[in-house]
Nanobody, 121 residues
């Protein structure tokens, strides 16, 4: 069983930046970030393969967010720039225990507890 612990959320003004981190207790394959705003379903944000050689982004964050990982630290990051009020949500880290880099929440085996990101206008 892999445990994931997110950090780095907070309150920021529109146009600002935040960096989320997610530390895993063990080795994982693909890792991803999802988010859920009040009254909405959880949605895909970004994903990265085990090697870091493949990354995927939701259209809504392309060009603004960057996902990366440090396998020596079992940690994945999400650098969020040019934040908008519509980015406000609880952000969840996810990890997969098998090969493949999916963009669907159901394909991930492990989840963090979530970290709140609030962007004020």
């Amino acid at each position: 069983q892999v445990q994931l612990v997110e950090s780095g959320g907070g309150l920021v003004q529109a146009g600002g930046s935040l960096r989320l981190s997610c530390a895993a207790s063990g080795r994982t394959f693909a890792m991803g970030w999802f988010r859920q705003a009040p009254g909405k379903e959880r949605e895909f944000v970004a994903a990265i393969s085990w090697s870091g050689g493949s990354t995927f982004y939701a259209d809504s964050v392309k060009g603004r967010f960057t996902i990366s990982r440090d396998n020596a630290k079992n940690t994945v990051y999400l650098q969020m720039n040019s934040l908008k009020p519509e980015d406000t949500a609880v952000y969840y880290c996810a990890a997969r225990g098998a090969r493949g880099t999916p963009v669907v929440a159901g394909e991930y085996n492990y989840w963090g507890q979530g970290t709140q990101v609030t962007v004020s206008s």
